[in-house]
């Protein structure tokens, strides 16, 4: 049976009416909580100015069964959910009434949400008006029409949460098992030579200060695309030649240099694909290494590495590793032959691991493909005629 026959079917010839969100919902604005009151755990999460709690309070002013939109920071994001809750000052919770489902709500609101997102005023922290959503149009199905559609989406979220904790879990158990053969493989007895960073790379710092992207040109490698071992260009902002040319002064980063991030998220090293394609942006480092590039990759990435960086962090609630840190990591250097050698073993443990790593977010996206296109068949329903008057 098509789903439209099933939905004609559950209709059973009912004109769903429309009407403006204003008047099916009561829209209540949170209430603010300051920083001293929060708790870092507790019975009720509270929810500010993004989906993830803020923080915890010992009341709630929220009851479950609930949906709610970000009005600030993370503004248009659509909420729900199913036990209490602390909404501060910048949720808007959307009471309900008799005539609409709160879940049935959400999931519509989920299809609309492109054009909430419209509404939102970008500024230095983006915002969303009441007035922007009080007219938005929402379809009033028979409540029992209302309960059939969210317990088929609510399936195919549960079918997508059940496959991203399996296929988690699968990742953890390859990467942990990865990491603990990489470890084995990189201990080396006492008769090994040692050698810091300095001694075995040319490190180049980047400019510290911040550039004026453009919508095309050569990529700028940033901290948030230091990871998964090779960098990205696909996904780097952009810069035009002047600015190019300005953050390569020091130096032109080459196929198989090193990349390493210095601030926030501190440590991570990826390897650059190509040669003369990027330049560096502020808060990383450059490693034009003078032995084997992946053998290298992987004794930074390893316990040898990651360990010396985190006793060597500095900074306090910005972490910040020094260049002195950097060129002071430890290096054991074996010959050229070992390095080779070790450098492809631990490139095929780190594949097996990749090949999940990328499979994980295409299984999710299909399952999430698969609830979109049945939220919107089953959500689309036809608007009644507007009769033109003379």
Same mark, same amino acid.
């Given at each position: 049976?098509?789903?439209?026959? #099933? ?6 010839? $009912?004109? =769903?009416?429309?009407?403006?969100? @204003? ?15 929060? @708790? ?18 010992? @009341?709630?002013?929220?009851? *479950?069964?609930?949906?709610? +939109?970000?009005? *600030? ?6 909420? #729900? ?10 949720? #808007? ?12 709500? #959400? ?8 054009? $909430? !997102? ?6 230095? %922290?983006?915002?969303?008006?009441? $007035? ?10 028979? !409540? ?7 317990? $088929?989406?609510?399936?195919?979220? @549960? ?13 953890? *158990? ?9 470890? &084995? ?5 006492? &008769? ?7 001694? +075995? *790379? ?35 902002? /952009? ?23 210095? =601030? ?7 390897? %650059? ?25 992987? %004794? ?9 960086? &985190? %006793? ?35 490139? /095929? ?42």
């Amino acid at each position: 049976m098509s789903q439209l026959g #099933y939905m004609e079917k559950l209709l059973d010839g $009912i004109e =769903v009416e429309w009407r403006d969100l @204003e008047e099916v919902v009561k829209i209540q604005r949170g209430k603010r909580l300051v920083k001293s009151q929060l @708790e870092t755990s507790g019975n009720y999460a509270v929810y500010q100015n993004s989906m993830t709690p803020l923080g915890y309070y010992y @009341e709630s002013n929220a009851k *479950a069964d609930t949906t709610f +939109i970000i009005s *600030a920071g993370a503004a248009g994001e659509i909420g #729900y959910s199913d036990v209490d809750f602390w909404a501060a000052d910048d949720v #808007y919770l959307l009471l309900t009434q008799d005539s609409i489902a709160s879940k049935f709500l #959400y999931h519509f609101l989920l299809l609309q949400q492109y054009k $909430i !997102l419209a509404q939102v005023r970008r500024a230095s %922290i983006p915002r969303l008006s009441r $007035i922007a959503i009080e007219k938005l149009q929402i379809p009033i199905p028979p !409540l029992n029409v209302q309960a059939e559609i969210v317990r $088929i989406l609510d399936t195919f979220t @549960e079918l997508t949460a059940e496959l991203t904790a399996e296929l988690t879990a699968e990742l953890t *158990a390859r990467q942990q098992q990865y990491e603990y053969y990489r470890d &084995e493989l990189l201990t080396f007895d006492d &008769e090994v030579e040692w050698k810091t960073l300095g001694e +075995i *790379a040319d490190i180049y710092d980047s400019l510290h200060k911040t550039p004026k992207y453009s919508e095309n040109g050569l990529s700028m490698i940033r901290v948030t695309n230091i990871k998964g071992g090779y960098v990205n260009l696909d996904e780097t902002l /952009k810069v035009d030649d002047e600015v190019f040319l300005d953050f390569t002064k020091k130096y032109l980063p080459q196929r198989n240099d090193l990349v390493m991030s210095r =601030v926030g998220s501190y440590g991570n090293v990826a390897i %650059i694909p190509t040669s003369n394609s990027a330049c560096m942006g502020q808060n990383t480092v450059v490693i034009h290494p003078k032995i084997h590039n992946k053998y290298l990759y992987h %004794i930074l990435t390893s316990n040898i590495g990651q360990s010396f960086i &985190e %006793i060597n962090v500095g900074g306090g609630n910005q972490k910040t590793l020094s260049l002195k840190a950097i060129r002071a990591i430890p290096i054991p250097i074996v010959c050229e032959e070992e390095q080779s050698n070790l450098a492809d073993t631990l490139d /095929k443990f780190d594949a097996l691991t990749t090949s999940l790593t990328e499979g994980l977010p295409r299984e999710i996206e299909l399952r999430q493909q698969q609830y979109e296109y049945y939220r919107d068949l089953l959500l689309s329903f036809p608007k009644p005629e507007v009769v033109a008057h003379d």
